[in-house]
């Protein structure tokens, strides 16, 4: 069983700044890309940013030179530093990893976490 836990999403003013975290647990063999995703109300879900797990990042454009994605490989940890936040910044942040255990490769998916940004 593998779990990913989320925790940092709040309410903030616009400009203001916010950090997630999210730590997979449970029979993980290897961590391999680990992500942030988000969803806004009546959106589909989009790719935030990504980060391998030799470092190589990749992010969308709307978010790029503001948010800043890194991992603890040691505490398999993936956070997501979010600056210059704006309205438009506001949904549900997901975290994803693609995690091996010792039977299988899968993608896991955390529980969300609430991202609101006032104007």
């Known amino acids: 069983q593998v779990q990913l836990v989320e925790s940092g999403g709040g309410v903030v003013q616009a400009g203001g700044s916010l950090r997630l975290s999210c730590q997979a647990s449970?029979?993980?063999?290897?961590?391999?890309?680990m992500g942030w995703y988000r969803q806004a109300p009546e959106k589909q879900r989009e790719l935030v940013a990504t980060i391998t797990r030799g470092g190589n990042t990749n992010y969308a454009d709307s978010v790029k030179g503001r948010f800043t994605i890194s991992r603890d490989n040691a505490k398999n940890t993936v956070y997501l530093q979010m600056n210059s936040l704006k309205p438009e910044d506001t949904a549900v942040y997901y975290c994803?990893?693609?995690?091996?255990?010792?039977?299988?490769?899968?993608?896991?998916w955390g529980q969300g976490t609430q991202v609101t940004v006032s104007s």
């Open positions: 994803n990893a693609l995690v091996m255990t010792i039977r299988d490769r899968n993608n896991y």
């Open positions: 449970g029979s993980i063999f290897g961590l391999n890309t």
